[in-house]
T-cell receptor, first 111, second 113 residues
């Protein structure tokens, strides 16, 4: 079946750069998305990679390599407000297009 | 545009009862998806409705059901509640194409006692 693997926790300091990896196993998918969720809040969309390569949106970048079944979210110039959970997700073609989420990575940014 | 709204925000029920949760999508969005979020299982897909039809379904028992109305508002129902149904239930709306972004509501926190 399909699955997405992410580290459960990552800790970094303010101003640093952190990379959150996502490896996946699906029969085919439309693209890789990333969502951010603050404690007690709703997930919010961060980025989407339909094609291999790097997508940059301000301090956040996301990368996809279909041949390696791998993607990552890169957060630069970390701020305290970046402390949140980050989820990768794919819309699985083999599952009728339903959105499958990873278990989430809890990022803690320390001063 | 107004965001996705969910009602109620908090709910306490006892085992065996049933519950109905409501979701109003962003205006113009035709797809509504429902997710269950628990600390141990993360975000689990329940089902997706598009133009009043269930388009996808996750691996949940038949006690979980849903529907969508002609105005795209959606409800999900859980019958014969179990303790393990305690979770945050999130709905998300989107335009409904294969690569679209999901816009999540604030969720309904269900506690089953």
């Amino acid at each position: 079946g399909q699955s997405l693997e992410q580290p459960s926790e990552v800790t970094a300091v303010e101003g640093a750069i952190v990379q959150i990896n996502c490896t996946y196993q699906t029969s085919g998918f439309y693209g890789l998305s990333w969502y951010q969720q603050h404690d007690g809040g709703a997930p919010t969309f961060l980025s989407y990679n339909a094609l291999d390569g790097l997508e940059e949106t301000g301090r956040f970048s996301s990368f996809l390599s279909r041949s390696d079944s791998y993607g990552y979210l890169l957060l630069q110039e970390l701020q305290m407000k970046d402390s949140a959970s980050y989820f990768c997700a794919v819309r699985d073609q083999g599952q009728g297009g339903k959105l499958i989420f990873g278990q989430g990575t809890e990022l803690s940014v320390k001063p | 545009k107004a965001g996705v709204t969910q009602t109620p925000r908090y709910l306490i029920k006892t085992r065996g009862q049933q519950v109905t949760l409501s979701c109003s999508p962003i205006s113009g969005h035709r797809s509504v998806s429902w997710y269950q979020q628990t600390p141990g299982q993360g975000l689990q897909f329940l089902f997706e409705y598009f133009s009043e039809t269930q388009r996808n379904k996750g691996n949940f028992p038949g006690r979980f059901s849903g529907r969508q109305f002609s105005n795209s508002r959606s409800e999900m129902n859980v019958s014969t509640l179990e303790l393990g149904d305690s979770a945050l239930y999130l709905c998300a709306s989107s335009s409904g194409t294969g690569t679209d972004t999901q816009y999540f509501g604030p969720g309904t926190r269900l506690t089953v006692l």
